[in-house]
Each structure stands twice: as C-alpha cells, then as structure tokens.
C-alpha cells in the first residue's frame, strides 16, 4: 500500500507520510523495531520537509520513542515523546486524545525509568484531559490506579 502511494502520488506527499507512519506504528506493536524505526523516520523526514508543524510529525515521533523505549535508549525515547508531546499540543490543543495516547506513553517510560516524580506530573495531566473529554469511568479509574501505584 505505501510503495502503490509512492508512485501513484510520489515520495514526499503528506499521505505516503500518513500511510508509512501507521505502518510504523503496526512494526511497533508487533515488536519489528528496526522496520518500524525506518518507517517512522521516513514519515517524519518527509513531514518535515512539507515544512508545516503537522500531528503526524507528533506520531512519528511517538513511533519512533516507543522504539527507542523498546531497545532501552532513555534519553532517546524521553526526548521523542516528549517533543511529540509538544507538537500534539500544539496541532491538537491540550485536550486531545493524542495528547492523552503520548501522556500515558511518556509516562510508562518514566515508570519504567524510575522518574517517578515525572512521570507522576504526566499522569496528573493525563487524568485532568481524560476527565476534560468526558472519558469512561474506567479508564479514569486505570489512570488514577496507574498513579497510585507509584
């Protein structure tokens, strides 16, 4: 499908970016990191040649610092999300799914890297815009049980 968007619309259109990103993100979950790197960085490069600050720059990013996260690369994941989390904030506005998704993403990583008081802030946040879009009780009750437990 990405390769079929290369040549009907060319390399550096915003759809191939969009099609090569969420195939990236596909890599990711299934744990093929070097592909999903690839691709990731791919759609980031070609978002930011287009030169507009875009959300899809913010899901590269994501993307690739679940990679890095993955391969254990801390400082590399934490600067990835974090500045996906400032695009998404940016495109999207403070109260964005997206912004919710890279919240929760960062995080997991910070628990994982035992900086508990930042990763406290984002969960924080994370319940704020999570109640801000009316979320279901549930995954109000999982954030808030994610905080608590650390």
């Given at each position: 499908l990405v390769?079929?968007?290369?040549?009907?619309l060319g390399e550096d259109q915003t759809a191939v970016a969009?099609?090569?990103?969420?195939?990236?993100?596909?890599?990711?979950?299934?744990g093929r990191?070097?592909?999903a790197e690839a691709h990731a960085r791919r759609a980031l490069a070609?978002?930011?040649?287009?030169g507009v600050e875009h959300p899809g720059m913010a899901a590269s990013l994501s993307a690739i610092g679940q990679v890095e996260a993955a391969r254990g690369r801390t400082e590399a994941a934490n600067a990835a999300l974090d500045e996906a989390l400032a695009i998404y904030r940016r495109t999207r506005g403070p109260?964005?799914?997206?912004?919710?998704?890279?919240?929760r993403t960062a995080a997991a990583e910070r628990v994982r890297q035992g900086d508990v008081a930042t990763a406290r802030a984002q969960l924080r946040e994370a319940i704020d815009v999570a109640r801000s879009?009316?979320?279901?009780?549930a995954e109000l009750a999982e954030l808030r049980g994610q905080l608590a437990a650390i």
């Open positions: 390769a079929a968007a290369q040549r009907s969009d099609l090569t990103n969420n195939l990236a993100l596909v890599l990711v979950e299934v990191l070097d592909e070609i978002r930011r040649r287009v109260v964005h799914p997206d912004v919710l998704a890279t919240l879009l009316r979320r279901p009780e």
